[in-house]
């Protein structure tokens, strides 16, 4: 777990406050990804970055926002979220942006009030 | 549609005894992957199998894939109390598409 780490491993807030989630990764690696984990639901892909770009965004909400000033970090940015978007977010990184193995970060509890 | 689909949801042994856990998927795929995730924890990759691959060792794993079924199963050998864990398979289905399909999962609980 200490190649993918993130910060905050915990977080409630309000429906109208702003926060950012952050993820750093120090395995080399050139893409980067944003999944939510949900109680009783598959693992939810939400944004991959490939070089820093967005490859991938599948249809989330605009209330989060990804950043990737470079292939070493990423960031969630959550404003205006609802109580359903409580869930563990994990960030994960691979060498390539391909199908072979993700390495997992530890997560954020994010709880929205 | 859902791609990976562990079966059993949850299962419980006693330390020493063997746990099998299988997973289902609907479309081909490139390969399959097998994780795990402790409580609240992040997943930890155990064991990748490609889709010309039949069956795959590491330790006291074993993974078999069938692609002509389309499942796979992860045996886990002489479990430990400390195997207590989320299991998840994730899909690769390939055609330029890079994304991991996960499962629910299987809970498996190993009893000291």
């Known amino acids: 777990e200490t190649g993918v780490t993130q910060t905050p491993r915990h977080l409630v807030m309000g429906m109208t406050n702003k926060k950012s989630l952050k993820c750093e990764q120090h395995?080399?690696?050139?893409?980067m990804y944003w999944y939510k984990q949900s109680a009783k639901k598959p693992l939810e892909l939400m944004f991959v970055?490939?070089?820093?770009?967005?490859?991938e965004n599948n249809s989330v909400p605009s209330r989060f926002s990804p950043e990737c000033p470079n292939s070493s970090h990423l960031f969630l940015h959550l404003h205006t979220l609802q109580p359903e978007d409580s869930a563990l977010y994990l960030c994960?990184?691979?060498?390539?942006?391909?199908?072979?193995?993700?390495?997992f970060g530890p997560g954020t509890r994010l709880t929205v009030l | 549609s859902q791609q990976g689909e562990e079966d059993p949801q949850a299962l419980s042994i006693q330390e020493g005894e063997n746990a099998t856990m299988n997973c289902s998927y609907k479309?081909?795929?490139?390969?399959l992957q097998w994780y795990r995730q402790n409580s609240g924890r992040g997943l930890v990759h155990l064991i990748l199998?490609?889709?010309?691959?039949r069956e795959k060792h590491s330790g006291r794993l074993r993974v078999t894939l069938d692609t002509s079924k389309k499942s796979s199963s992860l045996l886990i050998t002489a479990s430990r109390a400390a195997d207590t864990a989320s299991y998840f398979c994730?899909?690769?289905?390939?055609?330029?598409?890079?994304?991991?399909?996960f499962g629910k999962g299987t809970k498996l609980s190993v009893i000291p």
């Open positions: 994960a990184s691979s060498q390539e942006w391909s199908e072979d193995t993700q390495y």
């Open positions: 395995l080399g690696h050139n893409a």
């Open positions: 970055y490939n070089f820093k770009e967005q490859t």
């Open positions: 479309t081909s795929i490139n390969n």
């Open positions: 199998i490609r889709s010309n691959e």
């Open positions: 994730a899909t690769a289905r390939g055609a330029g598409s890079y994304q991991l399909t």
